[in-house]
Every structure is written in structure tokens, then in C-alpha cells.
């Protein structure tokens, strides 16, 4: 058997395992007695409440509701935990808070995904070190912080994970959504999001649309693409339109690099808080709107069943070509690029705002 299969096979055996998530290695189980009893255990948790981790926004789709469905599709997977009502009881009661409510994610690393998703059901997820100690970052820190809680653990390995905030926390509360934990999600993709929940509870119906813009590594292209984009909505009055990006083969967490950084800022834009994103099956089945630099990238979002319209940015924006990748190059080479992305971004964001209003 492979490490997944291994994974798998302790998980249906009513093990723990540590697995990798964004920022640190997690411990998790089934949301069953015996894992969930001896979690709290080993975390010195009696009174229970944990983060769950959910192999697709589909599991928890009835509870969501119209705000929690934005939400998750601007930020799922991702590290936005969004904290539910569960009337019916579906989730186990020592994965719950004492009032009740249930913390859910679709986590953004692709190990665990991976993992969710063959097990076709939720596991717990919570920090693999002990009450106080600091979070492990590589899964030798995992094992051994496993083993000083007194539990030897089989681990999922995720390479050295970058460590810094957890997730961010949003209450789904009747007045609409509260941010009752900052974390690693990116404010400015957060606030997007919250005025967009606000801009559909005040127009009953309202539907919004995401836009996830998609290169290699998500560290250059893609996440200039992403605050250009951001910052046309904000001129336009776009609040029906949120953005996002992600890369093929990125790793999860990582900053951008630090050319896009520059010529970012030297634009009046921020990338400082900016990680980066795997394009997953989950990601590119909830965009509206998939817009590849490259024709590579456009074959492998579809490959993960893009749903949506999927085409590369410069065919949206009315023209051809790709975007080339300006990883390794000059200062000059980064400013060409971001230059060509604005004209490129632009012209994408009217061609869409044209579509949209053809189908009101």
C-alpha cells in the first residue's frame, strides 16, 4: 500500500493520523467514539470542539446556506474555517463547540484533500503538539510532539509546511458574517467576500461570481492578476464579482515572489499577505469563471472537470497568446508582465461585465 492507503486504513481502524495542512501538521480521526474520545484525551480537551475537515463544500451544502456558499466558494479549499449551525446533529458531539455549532474547512493542501476524498467522509483536525507547545512544522516535530502527548501516530507526509497563523474563523451568524478569529486568509479576499454577503442580503437573490485566475507556482501571474482584478471591481462597482487564484503545481502557503511584491507595490497594491494556493478539483468545480495563463494550465483545470467557462486570460480579454512566466527575471521583466496583465485584466473584467448583464 501507498502512504494514502496506510492513511486510510488507520482512519478505518479508528486511528488518529497526522496530516499536513496550509501552515502546520494536524492531527485528525473519523468523527467516531474511540478517535474522537481518545483525541480529546491526548489534546487534554474534555469539553470537545474541534475543526473538521470536509472533503468537498457538498458535505455541509444544506447548512451553508446563501452566505456560507459564497464564502466557500471564494475561499474553499482554503484556510477559512466557517463556524455552522447543526440543528440535525450531524456531527459528532465532542467535535462540536458548547453551543452547539460545528467548525468546518476544506482544507487547501492537497495531501489531505487527497486523503478526505478517498475516505468519502470528514476527519477532526487540530494542532499536532501538545496543550502550550509550539505547532510542528515537519512531520518529524509531528511524531515526536505525538509521542510526547503519548500517542504514536501514523503521519501523512507533506514536506516542511511554512508554519504562521491558523485558519480564519467566520461565524454564519442571522446578521451576517463575523470574523471571530483572524488568521492566514487573505484580508482583502475576506472583505471582498463580506461585501459581497452583504450586497446579496440586501438584494434577496443576488448570485455572486468567481473568478479564479491560474498559472504555475500562484507566487507571480496569477496573484498580480488577482489584486489588479480586485482593485478594477472596486472602481467598477462589480459587487456581484469575487477573485481568487491558485497554481498547478504550487506549494501550499508559500509568499509571492518577491518581484511580483515590487512591482505590486510600486502600482499601490499588496501582496505581503498573499499565500499560495493548489488548483484542486474543488477549487475549479466552484469558480464561475477559470482564466489560465498558459494553454498547460488550461488543459489541467479541465482535467479536474472545470464546470464553468474555462479559457485562458487573453482569450477572455479578446485576443491570443500566453502570458509568459516572469519567475527568475528582472525587475524590468516583472513590470512588463504586470503591465501586460493590467491591459489583459481589464479587458476580461469589461468582457465579463458584458456577459453578465446579457444574462439579467
Not at 50 to 70: E, M
Not at 125 to 147: E, K, L, W
Not at 255 to 276: M, Q
Not at 351 to 360: C, D, G, H, I, V
Request: proline fraction near 6%; include cysteine; glycine fraction near 12%.
Amino acid at each position: 500500500m501507498n502512504a494514502l492507503e496506510d492513511a486510510l486504513a488507520q482512519l478505518q481502524r479508528g486511528e488518529l493520523v497526522i496530516h499536513p495542512t496550509e501552515t502546520v501538521y494536524g492531527i485528525g480521526g473519523f468523527l467516531d467514539d474511540a478517535p474522537m474520545a481518545r483525541l480529546r484525551r491526548i489534546k487534554d480537551r474534555p469539553g470537545g470542539g474541534f475543526v473538521v475537515l470536509i472533503p468537498s463544500a457538498g458535505f455541509v451544502r444544506d447548512l451553508l446556506g446563501t452566505t456560507g456558499h459564497l464564502f466557500a466558494r471564494a475561499f474553499w479549499p482554503g484556510p477559512l474555517t466557517l463556524v455552522l449551525e447543526d440543528p440535525e446533529d450531524r456531527f459528532h458531539p465532542a467535535a462540536k463547540a458548547a453551543d452547539g455549532s460545528v467548525a468546518v474547512r476544506v482544507p487547501g493542501h492537497p495531501v489531505t484533500l487527497e486523503l478526505l476524498e478517498a475516505a468519502r467522509r470528514p476527519i477532526t483536525s487540530t494542532s499536532a503538539n501538545p496543550p502550550g507547545g509550539a505547532p510542528a512544522r515537519t512531520v518529524a516535530a509531528a511524531r515526536d510532539a505525538g509521542r510526547a502527548m503519548g500517542a504514536e501516530l501514523f503521519a501523512l507526509e507533506g514536506g516542511a509546511l511554512p508554519g504562521g497563523a491558523p485558519s480564519t474563523l467566520v461565524r454564519l451568524a442571522p446578521g451576517g458574517p463575523e470574523v471571530i478569529r483572524a488568521g492566514s486568509a487573505d484580508p482583502a479576499r475576506l472583505s471582498d467576500a463580506i461585501r459581497l454577503a452583504q450586497s446579496s442580503g440586501s438584494a434577496g437573490s443576488s448570485r455572486g461570481f468567481h473568478v479564479t485566475f491560474v498559472c504555475t507556482g500562484n507566487t507571480c501571474r496569477s496573484p498580480m492578476a488577482e489584486v489588479i482584478a480586485r482593485r478594477l471591481i472596486a472602481r467598477q462597482g462589480l459587487s456581484r464579482v469575487t477573485v481568487g487564484s491558485a497554481g498547478t503545481a504550487a506549494l501550499p502557503g508559500g509568499p509571492a515572489s518577491e518581484g511580483a511584491c515590487t512591482v505590486v507595490k510600486e502600482a499601490g497594491l499588496d501582496l505581503d499577505r498573499h499565500r499560495s494556493a493548489v488548483l484542486t478539483r474543488e477549487l475549479v468545480t466552484r469558480s464561475d469563471l477559470v482564466l489560465c495563463m498558459d494553454t498547460h494550465h488550461l488543459l489541467r483545470a479541465r482535467e479536474l472537470g472545470a464546470r464553468g467557462d474555462c479559457r485562458l486570460l487573453s482569450e477572455m480579454a479578446g485576443g491570443e497568446g500566453v502570458v509568459q512566466d516572469p519567475f527568475g527575471g528582472s525587475g524590468d521583466r516583472y513590470r512588463a508582465t504586470f503591465a501586460e496583465l493590467e491591459e489583459l485584466v481589464a479587458a476580461a473584467l469589461a468582457a465579463l461585465a458584458r456577459q453578465t448583464e446579457n444574462q439579467e
